[in-house]
C-alpha cells in the first residue's frame, strides 16, 4: 500500500503557483519524497525529490515539514501542460537498493485558463 | 540524459497470440528494471522487477509464466505477454533504475496492449 495521503483533485489558474499536499506520517528516518507526474496516456515524468531539506529545480520546489509528515510540491507558475495526475511517493532513497516504486491514486491537478 | 524507451507504442492483436514489449535505456545502464501495468482510470500496479541477467521477481498475483521477462543486458528488458486475452488488455509500461548514482527511476512512455 502507498505510504502517502494526497487530495483526489484539485484545480488551479493558469499563471498562478500550484501547491499540492501529500501527507507521509509513517515515513522513515531513511526515506526519500519523490514527485512524478503522469500527463495522459504517458509514462510517468520525475519532477523532484528530497529528504528533508527544501529542494528546487527548473520543474518544482519541494517543502518538506521539519518533522518530515508531509510535504508539498509547487509549481510556481502553472501553465496548462501542467494539467496531469502528481504523485507523491516515499521510498528509500539514492545510494543503495533503492527498490521499487508504489504509487497511489495521486492527486489530479486541473489547471485552467 | 536519462532517457527509456520503449517498442511498440501500441499494438493490436488477436486473443492467443504473444506479444513482446522491448524497453530500453538509451543514454544509461540500468541493472535494473521494472515493469508496471495501468488499467484505466487506475494507478500503476507494479508487476515485475529484473535485475540484469538474473530472473525477475515478481509481484504476488502476476503469473511468470504468462508474462515473461528477460533483461539480457544493461540496457534491454524485455516482456512478452504470451497467449494473450482481451483482459490483458492495458498500458504497459516499464521503467529503469541506474542504481545509485541515478537518483531515481525514469520511465518508458508506455506500451498500449490491445488484444481483441
Known amino acids: 500500500d502507498a505510504k502517502t495521503t494526497q487530495p483526489p483533485s484539485m484545480d488551479c489558474a493558469e499563471g498562478r503557483a500550484a501547491n499540492l499536499p501529500c501527507n507521509h506520517s509513517?515515513?522513515?528516518?531513511?526515506?526519500?519524497v519523490y514527485w512524478y507526474r503522469q500527463i495522459h496516456s504517458q509514462g510517468p515524468q520525475y519532477i523532484i525529490h528530497g529528504l528533508k531539506n527544501n529542494e528546487t529545480n527548473e520543474m518544482a520546489s519541494l517543502i518538506i515539514t521539519e518533522d518530515r509528515k508531509s510535504s508539498t510540491l509547487i509549481l510556481p507558475h502553472a501553465t496548462l501542460r501542467d494539467t496531469a495526475v502528481y504523485y507523491c511517493i516515499v521510498r528509500v532513497g539514492p545510494g543503495g537498493s533503492q527498490g521499487n516504486l508504489i504509487f497511489g491514486k495521486g492527486t489530479k491537478l486541473s489547471v485552467k485558463p | 540524459g536519462a532517457v527509456v524507451s520503449q517498442h511498440p507504442s501500441r499494438v493490436i492483436c488477436k486473443s492467443g497470440t504473444s506479444v513482446k514489449i522491448e524497453c530500453r535505456s538509451l543514454d544509461f545502464q540500468a541493472t535494473t528494471m521494472f515493469w508496471y501495468r495501468q488499467f484505466p482510470k487506475q494507478s500503476l500496479m507494479l508487476m515485475a522487477t529484473?535485475?540484469?541477467?538474473?530472473?525477475?521477481?515478481?509481484e504476488q498475483g502476476v503469473e511468470k509464466d504468462k508474462f515473461l521477462i528477460n533483461h539480457a543486458s544493461l540496457t534491454l528488458s524485455t516482456l512478452t505477454v504470451t497467449s494473450a486475452h482481451p483482459e490483458d488488455s492495458s498500458f504497459y509500461i516499464c521503467?529503469?533504475?541506474?542504481?545509485?548514482?541515478?537518483?531515481?527511476?525514469?520511465f518508458g512512455p508506455g506500451t498500449r496492449l490491445l488484444v481483441l
Open positions: 509513517t515515513i522513515s528516518g531513511n526515506e526519500y
Open positions: 529484473s535485475n540484469e541477467g538474473s530472473k525477475a521477481t515478481y
Open positions: 521503467s529503469a533504475d541506474g542504481q545509485g548514482f541515478r537518483e531515481t527511476q525514469y
